[in-house]
């Protein structure tokens, strides 16, 4: 079955940039479907990031459009997340996710990345 | 933007009881585009019902999904002990296309 794992730097310091990568197994991400990223401040709730689909097509939570992007290398199966001028409200458990309809359907363990310096 | 809120915001039951949340959205939301996930300590959100009243694949019949327009509910008709967790619900937006979370509801054991 899909299975996916993030990885990144578990800090970055402030205003650099967050950068994760999320590996797919089991499933081609060029035969289809869209990929998220989404997050989780510690003791909060969940916040969608952006998704992209096999020919690199994006869309991003408009709150956060204009710091992010999301790319994918179908030659390694991944996608790949961007955050710039992050702060400490950045601080998250990020998650990547393969979409389902209107849903997000497959979730990976999630890596917490916490921004200080 | 739609805002999607949850109640209770924890909810006290027993194994064995029935559970119902609630998710109300400020704008009608398509049936097609609501969905549930349970999140347990340290964990992933698990996709619970999609498309307001269809159960993923592996999900117990013991859950349920059901509601239109702006009201939606999640049941769990016999709590078991591996139920007790955080619940949130999601609509999913088309133009533009983003994804928003309810705040959740805790479901915690009496």
Redesign the interface.
């Given at each position: 079955q899909v299975q996916l794992q993030e990885s990144g730097p578990g800090l970055v310091k402030p205003s650099g940039t967050l950068s994760l990568t999320c590996a797919v197994s089991g499933y081609s991400i060029s035969n289809g479907y869209w990929w998220?990223w989404?997050r989780q401040p510690p003791e909060k709730?969940?916040?969608?990031i952006g998704?992209i689909d096999h020919s690199g097509s994006t869309?991003y939570?408009?709150s956060l459009m204009s710091r992010v992007t999301i790319s994918v290398d179908k030659s390694k199966n991944q996608f790949s997340l961007n955050l710039r001028s992050v702060t400490a409200a950045d601080t998250a458990t990020y998650?990547c996710v393969r979409n389902?309809?209107?849903?997000?359907?497959y979730?990976?363990?999630?890596t917490l990345v916490t921004v200080s310096s | 933007e739609i805002v999607l809120t949850q109640s209770p915001g924890t909810l006290s039951l027993s194994p064995g009881e029935r559970a119902t949340l609630s998710c109300r959205a400020s704008q009608s939301v398509s049936s097609?585009?609501l969905?549930w996930?349970q999140q347990k300590s340290g964990?992933?959100?698990?996709?619970l019902i999609?498309?307001a009243s269809n159960r993923?694949t592996g999900i117990p019949d013991r859950f349920s999904g059901s509601g239109s327009g702006t009201d939606f509910t999640l049941t769990i008709s016999r709590l078991e002990p591996a139920d007790f967790a955080l619940y949130?619900c999601?609509q999913?937006g088309s133009s533009?296309?983003?994804?928003?979370?309810?705040?959740?509801t805790k479901l915690e054991i009496k």
């Amino acid at each position: 079955q899909v299975q996916l794992q993030e990885s990144g730097p578990g800090l970055v310091k402030p205003s650099g940039t967050l950068s994760l990568t999320c590996a797919v197994s089991g499933y081609s991400i060029s035969n289809g479907y869209w990929w998220s990223w989404v997050r989780q401040p510690p003791e909060k709730g969940l916040e969608w990031i952006g998704e992209i689909d096999h020919s690199g097509s994006t869309s991003y939570d408009p709150s956060l459009m204009s710091r992010v992007t999301i790319s994918v290398d179908k030659s390694k199966n991944q996608f790949s997340l961007n955050l710039r001028s992050v702060t400490a409200a950045d601080t998250a458990t990020y998650y990547c996710v393969r979409n389902g309809a209107y849903c997000l359907e497959y979730w990976g363990q999630g890596t917490l990345v916490t921004v200080s310096s | 933007e739609i805002v999607l809120t949850q109640s209770p915001g924890t909810l006290s039951l027993s194994p064995g009881e029935r559970a119902t949340l609630s998710c109300r959205a400020s704008q009608s939301v398509s049936s097609s585009y609501l969905a549930w996930y349970q999140q347990k300590s340290g964990q992933a959100p698990r996709l619970l019902i999609y498309g307001a009243s269809n159960r993923a694949t592996g999900i117990p019949d013991r859950f349920s999904g059901s509601g239109s327009g702006t009201d939606f509910t999640l049941t769990i008709s016999r709590l078991e002990p591996a139920d007790f967790a955080l619940y949130y619900c999601q609509q999913y937006g088309s133009s533009p296309p983003v994804y928003t979370f309810g705040q959740g509801t805790k479901l915690e054991i009496k």
